[in-house]
């Protein structure tokens, strides 16, 4: 089964990029807790700073981490689809496509699938249709070809 494979990549893509956010939060705190006071106090001041900017950088990109695992956690791979819709693993003219989280593209048994999020300009074209129908995407017609 294919798209249950997609789904835990995605999850795992996910997962990845709350770990990458955390540890680098943790090197950031790490960092401004080190910064010792110098006689030249400015520079103190602007390396704590700069890792508190750091910091607050990467808590913004956890919580979007955040919103993406909960995104995907919403989405039952087991659920079969015939219109286009999140969850659905859609077979086109121009490609495979998992609509979920924008997870790029993604190798399960020597086939390439494109996790796409249902908010991309290529599922906004096929949403809601359905096999055998077809689509336009950038001026272009896509043909679907079966849907999972």
């Known amino acids: 089964m294919t798209k249950p494979h997609l ?5 795992a893509y996910v997962q990845e990029r709350i770990e990458a956010c955390q540890a680098a939060i943790d090197a950031a705190q790490e ?17 704590r700073a ?10 913004v990109q956890l919580q979007q981490a955040r919103q993406l695992l909960a995104e995907v956690q919403r989405i039952n791979p087991d659920l079969p689809c015939d219109t286009v ?3 659905a693993l859609v077979a086109t003219s121009m490609g495979r496509f998992y609509i979920s989280i924008s997870a790029g593209k ?9 996790a796409v999020s249902g ?15 077809q689509a336009v995407f950038n001026g272009k017609p ?3 070809r079966g849907i999972q």
């Open 50 to 59: 700069m890792a508190q900017n750091e910091r607050d950088r990467n808590a």
């Open 85 to 87: 819709r999140p969850g």
């Open 106 to 114: 993604l190798t399960v048994d020597g086939q390439d699938y494109f």
């Open 31 to 47: 960092s401004a807790n080190s910064e010792t006071k110098s006689s030249a106090g400015d520079k103190y001041e602007t390396g």
């Open 7 to 11: 789904h835990a990549l995605c999850l």
């Open 119 to 133: 908010a991309a300009p290529v599922a906004a074209a096929l949403s809601g249709k359905r096999a055998g129908e």
């Open 142 to 144: 896509v043909q679907i």
